[in-house]
């Protein structure tokens, strides 16, 4: 499913364009030349043009409108940022996004083939703006802030009555995304040993769902933690109306500044809000807080090692328009960082990456079915379209395996024997 306008809709154009759209397209049309698996068939104010594969011998075939000759304008000098702009704007429009995403992953390094040309000339302003927003105490406050407290209606429109934010875990093909996420929370759990003694340190509440299932179904004391102002007083109410206020303590506290120790540590998703240069700090400071017999469960999103090396200090939309302050290291990466500044060893590893493409499909058909309702609460298209294109973006770079998605179990390194042993079963 797709925001798109069929030719037949599209805006009347002259059968003309600028020398320099001319020349912009030119680029575009040799980037799309390389296309070996797909076929794509755009349209535009100078007739119709088709790439990749013959009619009909394509697994993916999709279909491109340009309505306006900015477009490409746009995709050479910002990027995939610029192609992100132009959907935003209106400027261009498919029947077919994830499809067209999944073809051009295959040029050059997928989306990095759309970074090159002319858009090396936008790199160095998006760099410093995204310095700038490096996750300080303050900024983290800032950034956070900028996605997640847009508004806890807006987020309800798309996830599950659980209201998690992370990839679920779908034990069937016939789970439901609610199934999913509450298999996902189990697991951590389950990870983690939870007992009724336990006292479970959650960094990063999201809207509290993880620390309701630990305490209401593992008996567990949980001490949770947001900087969001938003997420903070959903997850209050929830807990409130759960009869689970003497069991959860919910704080507005940068993970920087916890204090006490704890027998677990659960961190699902918040580690993207860290930042490559605070990794080390994020890990030394989970290891003081665990108690040297404690065990934490870590879920992060990764990129992969090929694409790290070559988008590291690149900045993309996402970066610039959903999640500033994001940074995905790879795993190499985040190991490293672990080990260096900590005792911590990986006992257990869980590949959830193809879960996470599911999840994230589920949002995004969740997210266009309540179109209606998003724009009813003063949201301009643009906001909707943008949306879109993340959504679309994010589950093509779990199906194309870019972006993974890991659970990991670590322990101290104090915990030996068949405790561990049990652990890798």
């Not at 605070?278 to 934490?296: N, V, W």
Request: charged share 25%; with cysteine; net charge positive.
């Amino acid at each position: 499913m797709s925001i798109s306008i069929p030719q037949s809709e599209c805006p009347a154009q002259p059968a003309s364009m600028s020398r320099a759209h001319r020349f912009y397209r030119s680029g575009f049309f040799k980037q799309c030349a390389q296309i070996s698996r797909g076929r794509i068939v755009l349209h535009d104010r100078l007739g119709v043009t088709e790439f990749g594969q013959p009619a009909g011998a394509a697994d993916i075939e999709v279909i491109v409108w340009i309505h306006d000759a900015e477009f490409y304008a746009k995709a050479a000098l910002g990027g995939i940022v610029g192609a992100a702009e132009a959907y935003r704007d209106g400027l261009w429009s498919t029947d077919g996004l994830v499809g067209l995403m999944r073809i051009v992953a295959q040029l050059v390094d997928g989306a990095d083939a759309i970074q090159s040309g002319l858009a090396f000339l936008s790199k160095p302003w998006r760099r410093l703006l995204h310095w700038l927003r490096r996750n300080t105490r303050r900024n983290s406050r800032k950034n956070i802030a900028a996605h997640y407290d847009l508004g806890n209606d807006f987020f309800s429109l798309f996830l599950d009555e659980t209201m998690t934010y992370s990839s679920g875990i779908f034990e069937s093909e016939n789970a439901t995304l609610r199934d999913a996420s509450l298999a996902k929370l189990d697991r951590v759990c389950r990870r983690l040993e939870l007992s009724p003694s336990d006292h479970l340190l959650e960094i990063g509440t999201g809207w509290g769902s993880f620390a309701i299932h630990a305490a209401k179904r593992y008996g567990c004391r949980v001490t949770t933690t947001t900087l969001s102002k938003e997420q903070r007083r959903f997850a209050r109410r929830r807990i409130e109306e759960e009869g689970l206020a003497d069991r959860i303590t919910v704080l507005d506290q940068d993970y920087r500044d916890l204090e006490g120790h704890y027998d677990r540590i659960a961190s699902i998703e918040m580690i993207e809000a860290v930042g490559g240069e605070y990794l080390g700090t994020f890990f030394a400071k989970a290891m003081s807080l665990l108690k040297p017999d404690g065990l934490m469960c870590l879920q992060a999103i990764t990129l992969d090692e090929k694409h790290f090396r070559g988008r590291r200090y690149q900045v993309d939309f996402i970066q610039r328009y959903i999640f500033p302050g994001g940074f995905l290291p790879s795993m190499t990466m985040l190991l490293a960082s672990m080990t260096r500044s900590t005792d911590l060893r990986l006992v257990r590893m869980e590949d959830l990456t193809l879960h996470y493409a599911r999840t994230l499909h589920e949002w995004r058909q969740r997210f266009l079915a309540a179109r209606e309702h998003v724009r009813s609460l003063g949201v301009p298209g643009s906001f909707i379209r943008l949306w879109e294109f993340y959504l679309a973006y994010c589950e093509v770079g779990f199906l194309e395996r870019t972006t993974g998605c890991c659970q990991l179990t670590l322990a101290r390194s104090h915990v030996r024997g068949d405790f561990l042993g049990m652990l890798g079963k």
